[in-house]
Protein backbone atom coordinates (compact mmCIF):
# COMPACT_ATOMS: atom_id res chain seq x y z
CA UNK A 1 0.00 0.00 0.00
CA UNK A 2 1.35 3.36 -1.14
CA UNK A 3 1.61 5.70 1.60
CA UNK A 4 0.77 9.44 0.20
CA UNK A 5 3.48 11.91 1.50
CA UNK A 6 2.02 15.09 3.32
CA UNK A 7 2.07 18.16 1.22
CA UNK A 8 4.90 20.54 2.61
CA UNK A 9 4.00 23.89 4.03
CA UNK A 10 3.85 26.80 2.61
CA UNK A 11 6.95 28.97 2.79
CA UNK A 12 6.30 32.72 2.92
CA UNK A 13 9.13 34.91 1.56
CA UNK A 14 10.68 37.37 3.98
CA UNK A 15 11.28 39.89 1.31
CA UNK A 16 7.76 40.12 -0.12
CA UNK A 17 7.20 40.93 3.15
CA UNK A 18 9.06 44.08 3.33
CA UNK A 19 8.08 44.71 0.11
CA UNK A 20 4.56 44.77 1.13
CA UNK A 21 5.73 47.28 4.37
CA UNK A 22 7.00 49.87 2.31
CA UNK A 23 3.96 50.79 0.27
CA UNK A 24 2.70 51.69 3.52
CA UNK A 25 5.79 53.72 4.35
CA UNK A 26 5.28 55.27 0.48
CA UNK A 27 1.44 56.49 0.83
CA UNK A 28 1.27 57.48 4.87
CA UNK A 29 2.44 60.66 3.37
CA UNK A 30 -0.24 61.48 1.70
CA UNK A 31 -2.60 61.00 4.96
CA UNK A 32 0.31 62.93 7.08
CA UNK A 33 1.21 65.82 4.95
CA UNK A 34 -1.85 66.63 2.38
CA UNK A 35 -4.72 65.15 4.69
CA UNK A 36 -4.34 65.89 8.10
CA UNK A 37 -1.64 69.12 7.84
CA UNK A 38 -1.52 70.96 4.73
CA UNK A 39 -4.44 70.80 2.45
CA UNK A 40 -7.57 71.92 4.02
CA UNK A 41 -6.12 75.41 5.44
CA UNK A 42 -4.74 75.77 1.85
CA UNK A 43 -7.52 74.95 -0.03
CA UNK A 44 -9.36 76.69 1.94
CA UNK A 45 -7.96 80.16 1.56
CA UNK A 46 -7.27 79.42 -2.28
CA UNK A 47 -11.75 79.03 -2.05
CA UNK A 48 -11.54 82.14 -0.07
CA UNK A 49 -9.81 83.70 -2.85
CA UNK A 50 -12.38 82.88 -5.43
CA UNK A 51 -15.51 83.42 -3.09
CA UNK A 52 -18.12 86.54 -3.48
CA UNK A 53 -18.78 89.65 -1.05
CA UNK A 54 -21.00 86.74 0.53
CA UNK A 55 -18.70 84.65 1.39
CA UNK A 56 -19.57 81.60 -1.68
CA UNK A 57 -18.60 79.91 -4.66
CA UNK A 58 -20.22 78.31 -7.14
CA UNK A 59 -19.31 74.82 -8.42
CA UNK A 60 -20.79 73.23 -10.97
CA UNK A 61 -23.48 75.56 -10.26
CA UNK A 62 -24.06 74.86 -6.54
CA UNK A 63 -23.86 77.32 -4.08
CA UNK A 64 -21.14 76.59 -1.41
CA UNK A 65 -19.72 78.53 1.39
CA UNK A 66 -15.53 78.93 0.60
CA UNK A 67 -15.07 77.97 4.36
CA UNK A 68 -16.84 74.71 4.12
CA UNK A 69 -15.63 73.61 0.39
CA UNK A 70 -13.06 71.66 1.56
CA UNK A 71 -15.22 69.54 4.28
CA UNK A 72 -18.20 68.95 1.43
CA UNK A 73 -14.96 67.57 -0.72
CA UNK A 74 -14.24 65.28 2.18
CA UNK A 75 -17.63 63.87 2.45
CA UNK A 76 -18.07 63.37 -1.22
CA UNK A 77 -14.81 61.59 -1.33
CA UNK A 78 -15.61 59.37 1.01
CA UNK A 79 -19.23 58.69 -0.73
CA UNK A 80 -17.15 57.82 -4.33
CA UNK A 81 -14.91 55.41 -2.34
CA UNK A 82 -18.30 53.48 -0.11
CA UNK A 83 -19.33 53.08 -4.36
CA UNK A 84 -16.45 52.27 -5.80
CA UNK A 85 -14.33 50.62 -3.42
CA UNK A 86 -16.47 47.31 -2.87
CA UNK A 87 -16.39 46.85 -6.81
CA UNK A 88 -12.61 46.89 -6.69
CA UNK A 89 -12.82 44.57 -3.32
CA UNK A 90 -14.25 42.10 -5.59
CA UNK A 91 -11.73 42.61 -8.88
CA UNK A 92 -9.03 41.98 -6.06
CA UNK A 93 -10.14 38.65 -4.60
CA UNK A 94 -10.54 37.47 -8.42
CA UNK A 95 -8.04 38.93 -10.37
CA UNK A 96 -4.71 38.23 -11.35
CA UNK A 97 -3.44 41.55 -11.68
CA UNK A 98 -3.31 42.51 -8.42
CA UNK A 99 -0.07 44.35 -8.72
CA UNK A 100 -0.48 46.16 -11.65
CA UNK A 101 -3.55 47.89 -10.34
CA UNK A 102 -1.98 48.76 -7.25
CA UNK A 103 0.35 50.42 -9.10
CA UNK A 104 -1.49 52.10 -11.56
CA UNK A 105 -3.79 53.68 -9.12
CA UNK A 106 -0.73 54.58 -6.76
CA UNK A 107 0.90 56.32 -9.62
CA UNK A 108 -2.41 57.91 -10.40
CA UNK A 109 -2.79 59.34 -6.58
CA UNK A 110 1.11 60.61 -6.61
CA UNK A 111 0.63 62.11 -9.62
CA UNK A 112 -2.21 63.95 -9.16
CA UNK A 113 -0.60 65.16 -5.56
CA UNK A 114 2.11 66.19 -7.20
CA UNK A 115 0.00 68.23 -9.63
CA UNK A 116 -1.18 69.99 -6.12
CA UNK A 117 1.95 72.02 -6.28
CA UNK A 118 0.29 74.21 -9.66
CA UNK A 119 -2.93 74.70 -7.06
CA UNK A 120 -2.79 78.73 -6.06
CA UNK A 121 -4.81 81.97 -6.65
CA UNK A 122 -8.42 81.02 -7.09
CA UNK A 123 -8.08 77.87 -8.94
CA UNK A 124 -10.22 76.19 -6.28
CA UNK A 125 -11.89 73.50 -8.37
CA UNK A 126 -8.46 72.55 -9.73
CA UNK A 127 -7.81 71.60 -6.09
CA UNK A 128 -10.83 70.12 -5.45
CA UNK A 129 -10.53 67.81 -8.28
CA UNK A 130 -6.75 66.89 -7.54
CA UNK A 131 -8.18 65.92 -4.24
CA UNK A 132 -10.89 63.55 -5.22
CA UNK A 133 -8.58 61.73 -7.62
CA UNK A 134 -5.63 61.41 -5.03
CA UNK A 135 -7.45 60.21 -2.31
CA UNK A 136 -10.22 57.89 -4.24
CA UNK A 137 -6.88 56.32 -6.01
CA UNK A 138 -5.09 55.89 -2.14
CA UNK A 139 -8.38 54.09 -1.12
CA UNK A 140 -8.04 51.64 -4.57
CA UNK A 141 -4.45 50.93 -4.14
CA UNK A 142 -5.35 50.17 -0.40
CA UNK A 143 -7.87 47.55 -1.65
CA UNK A 144 -5.21 46.17 -3.81
CA UNK A 145 -2.69 45.95 -1.30
CA UNK A 146 -4.56 44.85 1.57
CA UNK A 147 -5.38 41.96 -1.28
CA UNK A 148 -2.06 40.62 -0.91
CA UNK A 149 -1.79 40.01 2.80
CA UNK A 150 -2.92 36.43 1.93
CA UNK A 151 -0.69 35.73 0.09
CA UNK A 152 2.79 36.89 1.81
CA UNK A 153 1.19 35.50 5.56
CA UNK A 154 0.04 32.43 7.16
CA UNK A 155 -2.55 32.73 8.72
CA UNK A 156 -1.48 32.80 12.69
CA UNK A 157 1.23 35.26 10.85
CA UNK A 158 -0.83 37.57 8.82
CA UNK A 159 -1.47 40.12 12.70
CA UNK A 160 2.45 40.56 12.95
CA UNK A 161 2.81 41.29 9.20
CA UNK A 162 -0.15 43.39 9.22
CA UNK A 163 1.08 45.33 12.42
CA UNK A 164 4.57 45.74 10.80
CA UNK A 165 3.14 47.49 7.43
CA UNK A 166 0.98 49.83 9.87
CA UNK A 167 4.59 50.17 11.96
CA UNK A 168 6.53 51.27 8.61
CA UNK A 169 3.43 53.59 7.56
CA UNK A 170 3.61 55.63 10.61
CA UNK A 171 7.04 56.03 10.64
CA UNK A 172 7.52 56.76 6.77
CA UNK A 173 4.22 59.18 6.83
CA UNK A 174 5.63 60.56 9.94
CA UNK A 175 9.16 61.47 9.37
CA UNK A 176 8.08 63.38 5.62
CA UNK A 177 5.61 65.54 7.87
CA UNK A 178 8.28 66.23 10.15
CA UNK A 179 11.06 67.24 7.14
CA UNK A 180 8.22 69.35 5.83
CA UNK A 181 7.30 70.80 9.02
CA UNK A 182 10.91 72.02 9.85
CA UNK A 183 10.94 73.50 6.32
CA UNK A 184 7.21 75.33 6.27
CA UNK A 185 9.14 76.68 10.12
CA UNK A 186 12.31 78.06 8.17
CA UNK A 187 10.67 78.82 5.04
CA UNK A 188 11.11 83.06 6.16
CA UNK A 189 14.70 82.14 6.62
CA UNK A 190 15.04 80.75 3.27
CA UNK A 191 13.32 83.10 1.50
CA UNK A 192 9.73 81.18 0.31
CA UNK A 193 6.99 82.52 0.83
CA UNK A 194 4.20 80.70 2.72
CA UNK A 195 1.98 79.54 -0.37
CA UNK A 196 4.82 78.63 -1.86
CA UNK A 197 6.21 76.30 0.86
CA UNK A 198 2.66 74.97 1.35
CA UNK A 199 2.30 73.71 -2.49
CA UNK A 200 6.22 72.36 -2.00
CA UNK A 201 5.25 70.01 1.12
CA UNK A 202 1.93 68.88 -1.03
CA UNK A 203 4.33 67.98 -4.45
CA UNK A 204 6.38 66.34 -1.58
CA UNK A 205 4.22 63.66 -0.70
CA UNK A 206 3.29 63.15 -4.07
CA UNK A 207 6.70 62.11 -4.66
CA UNK A 208 7.70 60.60 -1.71
CA UNK A 209 4.43 58.05 -2.87
CA UNK A 210 5.88 57.88 -6.24
CA UNK A 211 9.51 57.20 -5.15
CA UNK A 212 8.69 54.49 -2.79
CA UNK A 213 5.97 52.86 -4.80
CA UNK A 214 8.48 51.41 -6.33
CA UNK A 215 10.13 48.89 -3.88
CA UNK A 216 6.55 46.78 -3.32
CA UNK A 217 6.64 46.90 -7.12
Request: aromatic share 16%; hydrophobic share 55%.
Amino acid sequence: MSVSAAPSPTVYSRREQIGWYFYDWANSAFSTTVITVFLGPYLTSVTQNAADATGYVYPLGISVLADAFFPYLVSLSVVLQVFFLPILGAIADYSNAKKPLMGLFAYIGAFATIAMFFLQGQNYLLGGALFLLANLSFGASIVFYNAFLPEIASPDDRDRVSSQGWAMGYLGGGLLLVLNLIFYLQREALGVSEGFAVRICLASAGIWWAIFTLIPL
